[in-house]
């Protein structure tokens, strides 16, 4: 196959690319439509790589482009030669009669670009997959994370000005003004977490750390509950440490307010099973994703976390727990591959752009006291990638329902000791023992 495509000019058009530029030498306003999808890279010939770089300067200064301020442009940065010369310039505008068709003209110099792009993706997968110093699995990493990559830039634009982004800014604020309750980023379900947060943010990594028994997973579980059931945000829930199906009674004993042990026993009442069979539906039409694979490798999270935002639009991943992923790079010290992970789901989450929360245990001696940023275990790293970092504090209680305690809420700290972007401080919630949740203590 290989053979066969060699000696090939890669695909563009020339005259696509020469009647954009000559529609926005014509028309200035025509690269308000342009800059949305275009860049100077997308053009195959650098003489018009390097015009259209300098139509761009002149629309950063608010000049417009005519032939004049375009050669003139090209001349002080010692490019008009380069560029073609002024004969060339002043032909591009024979090239189209019209800026009519514009978008239409662009939308093929992006198509061929595209095409390209693909193509050197793909020599760089052939020339990895005969390096067998390479794993194949961190060949497909690779190859997934460059194909998002070009997916993600063909859906932004190259650059924004304040005017671009400052209206969408006025209007998110008046809407928050109006609604109140509205928050920027992605509801936990506990009120008061998200007056402090406003929300789970984009791109941001949170950890939420705990001691063993304490609640982390409970707590995860509450909040991608409210978010998929309640909220209908595609969530997905990376369980390493519990099956799916105790995941899910978990979600049924929380939703049909029915006591977890009675689910374990099959103890129950007429009563139980119409709460149940309502609760099962909320959970069955919600946009929950469950993984449930022990043992998982850092690069098979990162392509599962990238199928199921590309295919599902996940909005928020929750990862039970940290320090149970697999690093690829076994021979290095522990401490050494939970930075290398903590770094991983930091720009996982960057590159996705969605919120992503990560379980993690503190240390042994952190028990029975309020834990801090350095009780985090095995890596200061952790400390330092995070946008936010919360603590689960509770004194323990006995879960024995002879004890009398499975029946009563237990008042519980979660401490919000890290927040890049917000205040730090301690909220004050609910842990539900009879069906491990967690609820607002201001709601319930």
């Known amino acids: 196959m290989s053979s066969t495509l060699k000696g090939k000019v890669p695909p563009h058009n020339l005259e696509a690319e020469q009647a954009t530029l000559g529609a926005l030498l014509l028309d200035p306003e025509a690269i308000g439509v342009v800059i949305r999808f275009l860049r100077p890279d997308n053009f195959y010939s650098l003489q018009n790589q390097k015009i259209f770089s300098c139509i761009l300067s002149l629309f950063n200064k608010g000049q417009r482009c005519d032939l004049i301020t375009l050669t003139e442009e090209l001349r002080q940065n010692d490019l008009l030669q380069a560029a073609g010369g002024p004969s060339y310039i002043a032909a591009l505008t024979d090239t189209v009669p019209t800026s009519a068709n514009v978008e239409y003209y662009a939308r093929m110099v992006m198509e061929n670009s595209v095409r390209r792009a693909l193509l050197t993706i793909s ?73 402090m947060t406003s929300g789970f943010q984009r791109s941001e990594l949170i950890i939420i750390g705990a001691r063993p028994s304490v609640g982390k997973t409970a707590l995860a579980l509450s909040m991608a509950a409210h978010t998929a059931i309640q909220e209908k945000i595609p969530t997905a829930f990376f369980s390493l440490e519990m099956s799916d199906m105790q995941l899910i009674n978990r979600l049924i004993s929380s939703e049909a307010k029915v006591p977890a042990d009675k689910l374990r026993t099959g103890l129950l009442k007429m009563s139980d099973f119409q709460n149940i069979q309502d609760a099962a539906g909320h959970i069955y039409d919600s946009p929950l994703y469950i993984v449930d694979l022990p043992n998982m490798k850092l690069l098979d ?63 042994r001696d952190a028990e029975g006291k309020k834990p801090m940023l350095a009780d985090l275990r095995e ?66």
């Not at 997968?125 to 699995?137: F, G, L, Q």
């Open 301 to 363: 999270l990162r392509a599962m976390a990238r199928r199921l935002c590309l295919q599902h639009n996940v909005q928020i991943i929750f990862i039970d727990y940290l320090t149970l992923i697999s690093s690829e790079n076994t021979f290095i010290p522990r401490h050494e591959q939970i930075a290398e992970i903590s770094r991983s789901l930091k720009s996982l989450a960057r590159e996705l752009n969605i919120p992503v929360v990560a379980l993690s245990q503190v240390r």
């Open 379 to 444: 890596s200061g790293s952790i400390e330092q990638d995070a946008d936010v970092v919360m603590f689960l504090h509770r004194e323990r209680v006995s879960s024995n329902p002879r004890d009398g305690n499975a029946e009563q809420a237990i008042d519980t700290e979660l401490i919000v000791a890290k927040q890049r972007n917000g205040p730090i401080g301690d909220v004050e919630i609910l842990f539900l023992p009879r069906y491990t949740k967690f609820v607002s203590k201001s709601r319930d």
């Open 123 to 195: 020599h760089k997968v052939i020339a990895e997959a005969h390096n067998e110093a390479t794993e194949s699995r961190a060949v497909l990493e690779e190859a997934q994370k460059l194909l998002f990559e070009l997916t993600d830039t063909n859906q932004s634009a190259t650059f924004k000005t304040p005017k671009d982004i400052i209206p969408r800014a006025i209007q998110a604020i008046e809407n928050l003004y109006h609604t109140r309750d509205s928050f920027t980023g992605v509801p936990s379900g506990l009120i008061e977490l998200d007056q």
